[in-house]
């Protein structure tokens, strides 16, 4: 272990995930460490770059989860592409570490003054079943439930399981509708 000073500690470690020697490095943040010392003195870590890889490995299966639409795209669809009432529509629930996708139709089309989506077919018990344009639930908008627009692939495995609703891993997802590299925020 070297210590610069008394507010860095840096510690030789062996990566878990590509098994390169690296320094790792800690610095106090508000006169304390972020973890306890003992803790951070270990054999193994993740280097910076496989930090790197994977992080950008995390943010293309999630952008596959969401079937390649951000909340401004799709307001952008809706508002380009209004739903008319019948319409199949899908909504993505990542709660609970699951992804379930639920085929609804379009109950109402444009409900109140911001146009809301009014659906029909799923409810999860705590999430509504109004939607914004962007995609977020009126009841939960910073909840794990979005309306999407439809997407053949998704929409064709619930309609073939015969159910109105399917789980899938994020693995499998992409391998459904493919590896795109998310925009820029």
Partial sequence: MKTNNDSIVTWRKTCDMCETKFEDTMTKMFGRFPCRVSDFKVDFGTCKSCREDRKTRYAKLFYARDLHWTLESVKEHFESNPPYKGQELLVLDTSGNLNTYALV?????????????????????????????????????????????????????????????????????????????????
């Fill in 105 to 185: 139709s379009v109950e109402v089309a444009q409900h109140g003054k911001q146009k809301r989506i009014v659906i029909d077919g799923y409810t999860n018990g705590y999430s509504g079943q109004s939607f914004y344009r962007s995609g977020k639930n009126c009841f939960a908008p910073k909840g794990q439930v979005r309306l999407l627009p439809y997407n053949d692939v998704i929409g064709g495995l619930i309609k073939s399981d015969g159910k109105h609703s399917l789980h899938l891993e994020l693995e499998k997802i992409m391998g459904l509708v493919g590896e795109k590299t998310p925009p820029k925020v």
